[in-house]
């Protein structure tokens, strides 16, 4: 890998030099040589003086290919434009993929899209009026206008000669999708099936009349479950009039799973964790009011052991292992978060799931505290010369991880019950949260045998 990377390096090295000493053949043919997503790479390591270079080599429709593969959120799109002949920008974004244009719209002023919009031809302007629309978090938001469709009563062979017309405008041609007069989808063809079968069948006959779909408003969570479970290349976005609105691709699903994740792995490390274009004020605003938040938390773990403080000043020995109880079962609670929201995406909050969950990390946080703390008992004990304190430390050890375990699966089984995002529930907060329970054991336990240590 680090060898490919290597050579493209050396590839963007001799393309900018080609560039900046204005060799516009070579440039030319060795930069349309490149993939697609590596002539975006390129691009987004260029300065402002080659980009306007590139503009005047390249066509609108071959810059339009290259921004295709970014992401929205790694330009500024705005600024990019700008650089643009007005319509030349038009051209370059009419010459994109519906759903990656849109992508790239949303983040403009209304101003701004009209003005691009109103130089494309009226069929395709209406078509991105409508996509961005949507929601950008659901199906409507993620799908595509550039599929094939065909009508039920075409055979194969003018199918065929209709799939060889448009095939160059769709995202994809592995699935076309059959509707009716009215516009219904009503079935599915895949390609393979096209070309296996005589040139005078009906598509009526020969397609998958089951025909899995999403509706435009579904969360895109729900959309990219449906292509993990069916392992699609792309699923038709329905109306809840069931007429065909377009189709999501698996390439945007890759990046609602990649998204998902890193708002998941934020909620649970309670922080942005794509913060690194902020700055440092930015990144320390957004971080502030969970620490804020939990110094509250931690103030009553602190009051609390302050409660306890006669029975510190009996047996200072207590103090030593606090952190030790605390700090194991605040890793357990976290593992045991981390694991239930993990659960909880997959299961779609069954109830028979949620109690198998609830049951088995009880089980298993009984299991680790039981190990956890006959091991600690026996290395105090043999440490301090007295097993009734290391009995004690082992005792609290098992209940404050038990608790944790249970804390760690509990919570977010209930916040996912009342409609939040278990992953709110995040790793910070249970580690909190099992300090001021792990204190109240340990102190309550280590309370009923205070004799066998007392001075100690």
Known sequence: MQELQNQINLQFHKLRKLLDEQHSKQFRKRFLDMHFYEQGQFFLTLNHEQR???????????????????????????????????????????????????DFLEHLDKSEVDRYLALMPRADANQLRGLLHYDTQTAGGLMTTDYVVMRQDLNVKEALDLLRKFAHTAETIYYLYVIDD?????????????????????LSTIMTS?????????????????????????????????????????????????????DDYSKLAGVDVDESKSTPLKAASSR????????????????????FEDLLSQASILAVFISLITGTAGNAGTQSLAVAVRRLSLTNNKPQHLWGLLLKE??????????TGMTIMIVVGIWKHNFVLGAVIGLAM?????????????????????????????GPFISTLSDLTSVLIYFNIASLFMGFFKGM
């Open 52 to 102: 306007l270079q590139l503009y005047q080599i390249m066509a609108p429709d071959e810059v339009g290919d290259m921004f295709d593969t970014l992401e929205d959120d790694q330009i500024d799109m705005s600024k990019i434009l700008a650089e643009l002949d007005l319509k030349y920008a038009s051209d370059v974004l009419n010459s994109m993929y519906d759903d990656n244009a849109a």
């Open 182 to 202: 009215d516009n219904d989808l009503v079935g599915t063809l895949s390609l393979r099936e096209l070309f296996t079968h005589n040139e005078k069948a009906i």
């Open 210 to 262: 089951n025909v899995i779909s999403v509706f435009v408003d579904d969360d895109q969570e729900a959309v990219a479950q449906v292509f993990r479970d069916y392992q699609f290349v792309a699923l038709p976005v329905v109306d809840h009039a069931h007429k065909l609105m377009g189709i999501v691709t698996v390439d945007d699903v890759i990046e609602v799973i990649d998204d998902e994740a890193q």
């Open 288 to 307: 502030l009011p969970w620490l804020i938040t939990l110094l509250f938390l931690g103030m009553i773990t602190a009051t609390l052991i302050a409660h």
């Open 362 to 371: 009880l089980v298993t946080g009984l299991v680790i505290g039981l190990i």
């Open 398 to 426: 098992m209940a404050a991880i038990t608790v944790a375990n249970l804390a760690g699966s509990l919570i977010p089984m209930l916040m996912a019950k009342i409609g939040f995002d278990p992953a709110v529930a995040s």
